[in-house]
C-alpha cells in the first residue's frame, strides 16, 4: 500500500501522559499536514511541514504540542501532559506541491482517548 | 477568517435516487479552491471532486456533481444515483492558492442511503 499511513490507529492514555503519533506520507511528497477532529466536527488544521521545515502552526496548537519532521519523510506528533480535551481524531495528510495543484491524501487516523 | 459552514448535519435518500448536500463559505480571496470530501465510517478521507474558483464551469465526476455560485458563495455537491457505497460523512473544504494551502472544513453532513 503506497497510500498515507498513521500508526498507532487508536491510543488510549491517562492524563497527565504523554503521547507520540506517527504518520508516514507517500514517499514524493514534500508538503505533510497535521488536523485535529472532534466528534461531529470537521478536521481543523494543526501545522504543516514543507520537506523538514515546519512553516506554519495553528493556534490550536499548544506548548504541550510538538511536531518534527527529520529528513523532510516521516512526521511525529507528540502530546505532553496530555488533557482530557485532547480527545480527538489526529489526521495526517500529504500533498506533492505543483504549482497551485496540492490534493492532499488523508491517513486513517489516530485516535486519542485520554482518561 | 474563511470559513465553510454545512447546515444539514443529516440527510437520507433512496438508494437510486439524487441527493443535495449544501455549502456555503465567506472568503475575501478571488483564487481559491473548494472540495467535497467523503469520510466512510471507520476510513479515511478520500476527495470526490474539486472545484477552482476562476473557472466558471461546474465541475463533475461520474455520479458526481456541483452547484457553484461565486457571487452567493455557495457550493453544493449533487449525487446521482445514489448507491449504498455512497453513505458516509461529507465535508466541504475550501483553501486558497498561496502559503500553506490549509484545508478548511465544513462540520460536515451525515449521509445515509435507505435501500
Keep these: 500500500d503506497t497510500g498515507v499511513s498513521q500508526d498507532p490507529r487508536h491510543k488510549i492514555t491517562k492524563r497527565g501522559q504523554n503521547v507520540t503519533f ?32 515546519q512553516l506554519e502552526k495553528s493556534r490550536l496548537l499548544s506548548d ?15 502530546i505532553q501532559r496530555t488533557e482530557q480535551g485532547d480527545s480527538a481524531m489526529y489526521l495526517c495528510a500529504s500533498s506533492f506541491q505543483r504549482e497551485n495543484l496540492n ?7 489516530t485516535r486519542l482517548t485520554v482518561l | 477568517a474563511q470559513t465553510v459552514t454545512q447546515s444539514q448535519p443529516e440527510m437520507s435518500v433512496q438508494e437510486a435516487e439524487t441527493v443535495t448536500l449544501s455549502c456555503t463559505y465567506d472568503t475575501s480571496e478571488s483564487d481559491y479552491y473548494l472540495f467535497w470530501y467523503k469520510q466512510p465510517p471507520s476510513r479515511q478521507m478520500i476527495l470526490v471532486i474539486r472545484q477552482e474558483a476562476y473557472k466558471q464551469q461546474n465541475a463533475t465526476e461520474n455520479r458526481f456533481s456541483v452547484n457553484f455560485q461565486k457571487a452567493a ?4 455537491l449533487k449525487i446521482s444515483d445514489s448507491q449504498l457505497g455512497d453513505a458516509a460523512m461529507y465535508f466541504c473544504a475550501y483553501r486558497i492558492t498561496g502559503g500553506a494551502q490549509k484545508l478548511v472544513f465544513g462540520q460536515g453532513t451525515r449521509l445515509t442511503i435507505n435501500p
Design chain 1, 22 to 53: 506517527r504518520c508516514d506520507p507517500i514517499s514524493e511528497h514534500n508538503r505533510l499536514y497535521w488536523y485535529r477532529q472532534t466528534l461531529g466536527q470537521g478536521p481543523e488544521f494543526l501545522t504543516y511541514f514543507q520537506n523538514e521545515a
Design chain 1, 103 to 109: 490534493e492532499q491524501f488523508f491517513g486513517p487516523g
Design chain 1, 64 to 78: 504541550r504540542f510538538s511536531a518534527e519532521r527529520p529528513k523532510g519523510s516521516f512526521s511525529t506528533l507528540e
Design chain 2, 73 to 76: 458563495k455557495s457550493f453544493s
